[in-house]
Antibody
C-alpha cells in the first residue's frame, strides 16, 4: 500500500525557515517524480514544487521561486521542502503527492498534509 | 500561462440529482485534464484523468468528458458521500494548474 507521510510543519515567524519531510513507502520511490501541493485555509489547491526521480530536474511555482527548495533522498525514501523567507501568505496545509509519468501527470497518491502557519 | 476556470463555484443539489461541473481552459489543452474530490479536512482524491479515465475504485456514477478548452465532470446520481469540493487540474511543461474548485452542497 502506497503511503506518504508529511512532517515538519508548525508555527514560524515571518522571515523564518522550515523544512518539511515526506516519508514514502509501498512503492519504488526512486522511480517516481514527486511534488508538493499546498492549500491555504479555506482556499483551493496550489502546486508548489516538483522534482524528477533522479533529482536532475527541480521545478517551483513563481510564488515560491528563490525561497523554497525541493530535494529528495532516494536512499531514505524521503522528499523534502526547504522553505526560507516565509511570508504570511505561505500559511497552508502542505501535501506531498506523487504525479504520474504521462500528461496530465495527475497526482494519484497524496499524504495527509502538514500545516505551516506563518505568523508573529 | 494556462488558466483553469471552474463553474459554478458552488452547486446546491439533492440526492439522486444529475450534477455537471465545467472546467474551461484559457487555451486548448487537448485532453490533458484530471479531476479530484476533496472532503473537509482530508487530502484530495483522484477521480478521473485524461479526461475520461476513471481511477481505480471510483464509482461508475462519475464520468468525465471534453477536449480542447471545455471539460465536464458529471455525477449521474448524486449520493450522500458525494457532497464535497471538486477540482480540475492541468499539467504543462513542469507546471501544474488547478481550477478554483466547485463545492457541491446539499440543497
Amino acid at each position: 500500500e502506497v503511503q506518504l507521510l508529511e512532517s515538519g510543519g508548525g508555527l514560524v515567524q515571518p522571515g523564518g525557515s522550515l523544512r518539511l519531510s515526506c516519508a514514502a513507502s509501498g512503492f519504488t520511490f526512486s522511480s517516481y517524480a514527486m511534488s508538493w501541493v499546498r492549500q491555504a485555509p479555506g482556499k483551493g489547491l496550489e502546486w508548489v514544487s516538483s522534482i524528477s526521480d533522479t533529482s536532475i530536474g527541480t521545478y517551483h511555482a513563481d510564488s515560491v521561486k528563490g525561497r523554497f527548495t525541493i530535494s529528495r533522498d532516494n536512499s531514505k525514501n524521503t522528499l523534502y521542502l526547504q522553505m526560507n523567507s516565509l511570508r504570511a501568505e505561505d500559511t497552508a496545509v502542505y501535501y506531498c503527492a506523487r504525479p504520474m509519468p504521462q500528461p496530465p501527470r495527475e497526482f494519484d497518491y497524496w499524504g495527509l498534509g502538514t500545516l505551516v502557519t506563518v505568523s508573529s | 500561462d494556462i488558466h483553469m476556470t471552474q463553474s459554478p463555484s458552488t452547486l446546491s443539489a439533492s440526492v439522486g440529482d444529475r450534477v455537471t461541473i465545467t472546467c474551461r481552459a484559457s487555451q486548448s489543452i487537448s485532453s490533458s485534464l484530471a479531476w479530484y474530490q476533496q472532503k473537509p479536512g482530508k487530502a484530495p482524491n483522484l477521480l478521473i484523468y485524461k479526461p475520461s479515465g476513471l481511477d481505480s475504485g471510483v464509482p461508475s456514477r462519475f464520468s468525465g468528458s471534453g477536449s480542447g478548452t471545455e471539460f465536464t465532470l458529471t455525477i449521474s446520481s448524486l449520493q450522500p458521500d458525494d457532497f464535497a469540493t471538486y477540482y480540475c487540474q492541468h499539467y504543462n511543461s513542469y507546471s501544474w494548474t488547478f481550477g478554483q474548485g466547485t463545492k457541491v452542497e446539499i440543497e
